[in-house]
């Protein structure tokens, strides 16, 4: 356990109640409240600075190496690669529209750490991941007395991810300026995203508003185009739209890619940005991730990128019907050591954690995996667990962390943290456990 999280739940046993309930003390801006308090953890996470500044680092050489795949193992052929991780033609396409071959680097990587090392689950990249605004609880602590002391004693820090990301827009949107000093960003979804994830959207709004940018909630269909091809939302011009929805959302929206035709014009005449384009989708996939963890393709890489890979990335394989048949039987043999994960899935949907599988269930699933090509076995990390002091009932108990750790042109961009009790299952993602909690994330020397 890190040295501040023992400390912390020590001091509350001890009947320090201003730290055990500075989360609940906490004054946060109204938006963050209504999307989150109900789902915080009473503390924040706490990792060591220098590791994880160091992961930090090792995730853009990473970002590298993905963006690379294609050229490295296909000969450039971005088709070829696409078939290979499991994209179908049709959605290649989509995804090619109006990207320049290397993606912005911007995403969100998910990792655990198991007490010695961080280990990367999967890296989430595009605008679409969500948690821009988790520092704003951070900031909050900061200003509860009680825990403003504990952080100075213990040499705290934080890094604010919506400031992070403010610049990144700024910077980006510069082009598309209609003329005043700050730019007008659309937060766009898909069709009816806006009803289950608006609560979401108006605390990134608020948290983006703090730095001085004006961001305008809105779905895809409610956006026009100007005669001069500039978006509108609502009658205003954007000079940006930051991408709230998935490629894969309007594939499956027989509506979804007419609708976004205003988008790529728009973008490819300079008059709307679109912030990011649809081809970190490419490289998001987790089976890109096996690729590089496939010892056959290891020629591909040089020494220190191996390296990387081997410090980085848990084992991971992808299972299709033409792959090798002893790989299957690996997996079957391998199954309390594993988990089977969708490579485009999210939030833990559709995964299969080995561990907790009959082993009459995971052939299923190893099976059913094979037959739809795709999903990825990747070996078990086991994270680290924390202690944590509940106020409710003043006792302490173990929880553990998926650490949401984003990066951007500009390096490190901060973390987050989803937290489940450490009996609480493998999967930590409010997606799939309702009792996921989230917290922000502060570190020490």
């Not at 989150?36 to 970002?63: C, I, K, N, S, V």
């Not at 952080?151 to 934080?158: D, I, K, N, V």
């Not at 973008?267 to 989708?281: D, I, K």
């Amino acid at each position: 356990m890190t040295e501040p999280g023992r400390i912390h739940a020590d001091a509350c046993l001890r009947g320090d109640r201003g730290l055990a309930s500075a989360v609940a003390r906490a004054e946060l801006p109204p938006a963050f409240e209504a999307a989150w308090r109900p789902h915080l953890l009473p503390r924040p996470w706490f990792l060591p600075a220098e590791e994880t500044a160091a992961f930090a680092r090792d995730l853009e050489g990473l970002f590298d190496l993905l963006v690379s795949l294609p050229e490295r193992l296909f000969g450039g052929d971005v088709e070829r690669y696409a078939a290979e991780i499991g994209i179908p033609p049709p959605l290649v396409a989509l995804l090619r529209r109006a990207g320049t071959g290397v993606p912005a680097k911007l995403g969100r990587a998910d990792a655990y750490h198991d007490g010695t090392a961080f280990k990367l689950l999967e890296f989430n990249l595009g605008s679409e991941i969500g948690g821009l605004e988790m520092d704003v609880l951070g900031q909050a602590l900061l200003r509860v007395p009680a825990f403003a002391g504990f952080a100075r004693e213990h040499g705290l820090g934080h890094v604010d991810i919506a400031g992070r990301m403010a610049a990144v827009l700024r910077d980006r949107a510069r082009p598309a300026l209609s003329g005043t000093a700050e730019p007008v960003i659309g937060l766009i979804e898909g069709h009816g995203g806006v009803s289950p994830y608006g609560r979401l959207m108006r605390a990134t709004q608020e948290a983006m508003a703090v730095h001085g940018l004006d961001l305008r909630i809105g779905e895809i269909g409610d956006v026009r185009a100007r005669a001069d091809g500039k978006l509108t939302l609502d009658g205003t011009p954007l000079d940006l739209v930051l991408r709230n929805f998935a490629a894969s959302q309007l594939f499956d929206d027989p509506a979804g890619p007419a609708a976004a035709e205003p988008f790529f014009r728009a973008h490819a005449a300079g008059r709307t940005v679109l912030f990011t384009s649809f081809e970190s989708g490419l490289y998001s996939h987790k089976s890109a991730l096996a690729l590089l963890s496939d010892p056959a393709r290891s020629d591909a890489f040089d020494a220190r990128e191996r390296a990387l890979v081997e410090r980085v990335l848990p084992w991971s394989r992808t299972l299709r019907a033409s792959g090798p048949a002893e790989l299957l039987d690996l997996c079957r043999e391998r199954r309390e050591a594993l988990i089977l994960k969708p490579g485009a899935g999210y939030g833990g949907l559709d995964t299969f954690v080995g561990w907790e599988c009959t082993e009459a269930d995971w052939a299923k699933a190893l099976d059913l995996a094979v037959e739809r090509g795709g999903h990825v076995a990747q070996e078990r990390v086991v994270p680290r667990p924390e202690p944590v002091y509940d106020p409710a009932t003043g006792t302490v108990e173990d929880w553990i962390a998926a650490l949401g750790l984003f990066v951007t042109d500009g390096g490190y961009a901060g973390a987050h943290a989803r937290v489940n009790r450490a009996d609480g299952g493998a999967i930590v993602g409010m997606s799939s456990n309702p009792d996921t909690r989230m917290t922000g994330v502060f570190t020490h020397a």
